[in-house]
């Protein structure tokens, strides 16, 4: 059995938690796996997907729907679990990505697939909210650098895993299993919460705000929407990005306008009086926007120009995602002994940038081991970066707002991740396809006239000079994509200058008082843990 109880932070003695602590952690982190694994699994599964059910034309909706449902219901998950308790609502949204999970793999038609992906990214707009919202909860934020490590080890499993597991699993059992595999892994982690965790109960008196949340949802479809559609399905300047561009813009308008009107809002705006919190979300943007570009591009380039495999394409990202672990866990062990954390996000700025100009550098002679250690040094500059941003915004704001904070700082993310590949993938299939009708003449110019990136079956039909021209247009597609990765960079530079140095809540009465005050109320914040008897 366990039991529960409030205790002030600094009576607990520093690095000692708990045994039953230890157990919903690993849960949590099956929790974290679930979410990241998904889209990489089922992206590896499509063309079997496609091939069974049809409907290539609404291919893109299988992501779409997914991506649209988490993005618009994840600040709704944080507040709900500051208003009603994060276990359960965290459970609950385990319970709906599950049940998204199972509908997806029982699906006949692409219609149907659609639309369950759907109910699935509702839940997975909980998973990674409640993560990061319990943690905070559990764990004070000078002892919680520490286990940046296993979340950016789980980060890293997921992207390298993610495209083997789905072949394997696609080759061996079917597409189905894609989606099924997600439920014994998401039971045994809702058990683990169930039984170990026990947090506060929270009855709230407000009630849910509406009209913000409906606001808010229609702001980031658009938003999302214009980001995935823009460039492909449509010119950037035609009616329809137009109207969506309007759109979002009006709704995000009209949602801040009424958050400073409604009693219990959605995300309540003092959040970002305090500077630090508005800074790490602008980093978490960019950290969004350039990681997910980053491992959009490179396995492409790798395959297309310097002739890797397309069946190791996640080992392929092996030093840049080994480089983010190892400085991860130095980061988040320095932080628990020093209770310092500034250094991270400017060294990791500097180092990001630097990587992605290196990067940028790349071409047709490019060696692998080379295209490596540049990989290495973006890597190293995310891995001051991940985990930081998320403990730097928690400790910004008070433990009744941990949940809106963690939404908050993870909807950024997910929003810069959103452009990152819209508007990179934009330059990068322009530049290509200039390139292509430059060296490789009408017959290149056809060849990339869908689509810019080619597979290796369709690459090696090409006659060899075309071939030899696909290989210096993707080498100046991969230049242009992340020369602009490396100035959006400087922008997570210049906000990690401002970043003020807070004592961390959990280092001490002195720095517990620092830190309650900067995070609004001016005392020291209380963490639940929970203790076995």
């Not at 059910?53 to 449902?69: D, I, N, P, Q, S």
């Not at 591009?297 to 297309?304: A, E, G």
């Not at 080379?370 to 891995?383: C, D, Q």
């Not at 985990?387 to 915004?393: G, P, S, W, Y």
Request: charged letters at 10%.
């Amino acid at each position: 059995m366990a039991d529960t109880k409030a205790v002030d932070t600094e009576t607990e003695p520093p690095g000692k938690q708990p045994k039953s602590v230890r157990v919903v952690l690993l849960a949590l982190m099956i929790t974290m796996m679930l979410a990241m694994l998904d889209n990489m699994i089922v992206g590896t599964a499509m063309p079997t997907i496609v091939g069974e059910l049809g409907g290539l034309e609404h291919l893109a909706w299988v992501v779409t729907a997914y991506t649209l449902a988490t993005a618009a219901s994840t600040p709704l998950w944080g507040k709900l679990g500051d208003m009603y308790g994060r276990k359960g609502m965290f459970m609950a949204s385990i319970v709906l990505f599950l049940i998204g999970s199972a509908l997806s793999g029982m699906a006949q038609d692409m219609g149907q697939l659609i639309a369950f992906r759907a109910v699935q990214g509702l839940g997975a707009g909980g998973l990674m909210v409640g993560v990061m919202a319990i943690i905070g909860d559990l764990i004070p934020p000078r002892e919680r650098g520490k286990y940046q490590g296993m979340m950016a080890g789980v980060m890293a499993l997921a992207m390298i895993a993610g495209p083997l597991v789905g072949g394997t699993i696609t080759d061996h059992w079917g597409w189905r299993w894609a989606f099924y595999i997600n439920l014994p892994l998401g039971v045994v982690a809702l058990a683990a919460i169930s039984v170990v965790l026990h947090l506060p109960r929270k009855r709230a008196q407000a009630r849910i705000d509406y009209l913000g949340a409906g606001l808010l949802t229609v702001g980031i479809t658009a938003i999302v929407l214009v980001t995935t559609w823009g460039g492909t399905e449509y010119a950037w300047t035609s009616a329809r990005i137009m109207e969506l561009t309007g759109i979002g813009v009006a709704a995000l308008v009209g949602f801040v306008f009424w958050q400073t009107k409604a009693a219990e809002p959605v995300v309540p705006l003092h959040i970002f009086r305090s500077r630090n919190f508005t800074l790490m979300s602008v980093i978490g943007f960019i950290v969004g926007f350039v990681m997910f570009g980053a491992t959009l591009f490179l396995p492409l380039y790798q395959q297309s120009v310097q002739g890797a495999s397309a069946t190791n394409s996640g080992l392929l990202l092996l030093p840049m995602l080994g480089a983010m672990l190892v400085t991860s866990m130095v980061a988040g062990r320095v932080t628990t002994n020093t209770g310092r954390y500034k250094v991270f996000p400017v060294v990791g700025s500097v180092l990001m940038v630097v990587g992605l100009y290196l990067l940028s550098t790349m071409d047709t002679g490019t060696s692998r081991f080379m295209s490596g250690v540049f990989m290495a040094v973006v890597g190293f500059g995310m891995g001051c970066l991940m985990q930081i941003t998320m403990l730097v915004a928690q400790n910004s704001v008070e433990m009744k707002d941990m949940g809106v904070a963690s939404s908050s700082t993870t909807l950024f993310r997910t929003l810069g991740s959103s452009f990152g590949v819209a508007i990179m993938g934009a330059l990068f299939n322009s530049r290509v396809q200039d390139v292509m009708s430059e060296q490789g003449g009408a017959l290149g110019a056809r060849v990339t006239e869908k689509s810019a990136q080619l597979d290796a079956a369709s690459l090696a039909k090409l006659p060899e000079a075309v071939r030899e021209a696909y290989q210096h247009a993707v080498s100046a597609g991969t230049h242009s994509a992340f020369l602009l990765g490396a100035v959006v960079a400087v922008v997570a530079l210049v906000a990690a200058v401002f970043v003020k140095e807070v004592p961390l809540r959990g280092a001490g009465p002195e720095s517990d008082a620092e830190g309650g005050a900067a995070a609004g109320d001016g005392t020291a914040a209380k963490a639940v843990v929970v203790e076995a008897v």
